[in-house]
């Protein structure tokens, strides 16, 4: 069994890294669309095991969870810890900015392999993810090698009939390039939307759900309030990115599951609906995003 353990390091070092208080429960339940139950998120590298993870996120009216794998090690864990616990479901893939270090060493097709294996390997695997480009911490010179993972990706997720979850950092334009060139799966995610109004249009012209994170509560973030408000309600998804991008008033502090009635309750004011009608739809949006319930 693999040890119910972190797989990378915290980030953020320096900054107040206490936990903050939960918040009061959602009215109706939501889903977690994209966590990162593995990763160390608290002081000295501290983190919320993922017993105590699921029953805060769930006391808050956050019942379910789909835990993302971005490097081997972590999907290995994903597709694992999906088995034990019947409120996650996973995403296995390579993170954008693993794969010039894969291509360099030649490591890339064994890592493909070993992805798919996993993405074969059980129901509970529901997606390929998170995968896609990230020009903002790549240099130009690790472009091609990211380019040429996400085109494997999409193919995975097109023969396995899985969903398709898209890290987009910097890289609006080659990521629509790319899915148009490759034909896009039947189920796509665009991961911690950050694009416009306008990009936003374009992603749903493919077809694609938007999930949001914290990052849409940010006082600097009124493009992306007004790119989630040109998105049917009945393509929004929500995040937490956890253990990065908590939602204000808690920005820069560790983040989890059970924070993510903030990130729900700001876009239910963004959008002027009611919050239980937000949270019956996100919820709905994010089984048929991912397949079906679990």
Not at 173 to 180: E, F, N, P, S, Y
Not at 196 to 214: E, K, N, P, T
């Amino acid at each position: 069994m693999v040890p119910d353990t972190p797989t990378r390091e915290r980030h953020g070092a320096g900054r107040d890294r206490s936990r903050p208080p939960q918040p009061d429960p959602l009215p109706s339940p939501v889903v977690d669309s994209h966590c990162h139950l593995d990763i160390a998120d608290g002081p000295d590298g501290s983190w919320l095991s993922t017993e105590l993870a699921l029953s805060q996120a769930a006391s808050v009216g956050v019942p379910r969870i789909v835990q993302i794998g971005c490097d081997l090690p972590g999907a290995r864990w994903a597709a694992e810890v999906a088995e034990r616990h019947e409120s996650l479901v996973a995403a296995v893939a390579l993170h954008p900015n693993e794969t010039p270090r894969l291509v360099a060493d030649d490591e890339l097709d064994s890592a493909m392999e070993e992805i798919e294996s996993l993405a074969r390997s059980s129901g509970r695997v529901r997606a390929v993810g998170e995968t896609g480009l990230d020009y903002f911490r790549t240099g130009e010179d690790g472009h091609a090698a990211q380019r040429e993972s996400f085109r494997r990706h999409i193919d995975l997720a097109k023969r396995l009939g899985k969903t398709l979850v898209i890290h987009d950092r910097e890289a609006h334009r080659d990521v629509t390039r790319l899915l148009d060139e490759q034909g896009a799966p039947e189920r796509v995610v665009m991961h911690c939307f950050s694009g416009d109004a306008a990009f936003a249009r374009q992603c749903l012209d493919r077809g694609a759900w938007l999930s949001f994170a914290g990052t849409v509560t940010f006082k600097n973030a009124t493009l992306l309030r007004e790119a989630l408000r040109v998105v049917p309600v009945d393509r929004i998804l929500v995040e937490t990115d956890a253990p990065y991008l908590t939602a204000m008033p808690y920005r820069g502090r560790p983040n989890a599951s059970y924070l993510l009635p903030h990130t729900v309750r700001v876009m239910a004011e963004t959008l002027g609906v009611a919050l239980t009608e937000l949270c019956e739809a996100v919820n709905e949006n994010t089984e048929a995003a991912f397949g079906g319930a679990w």
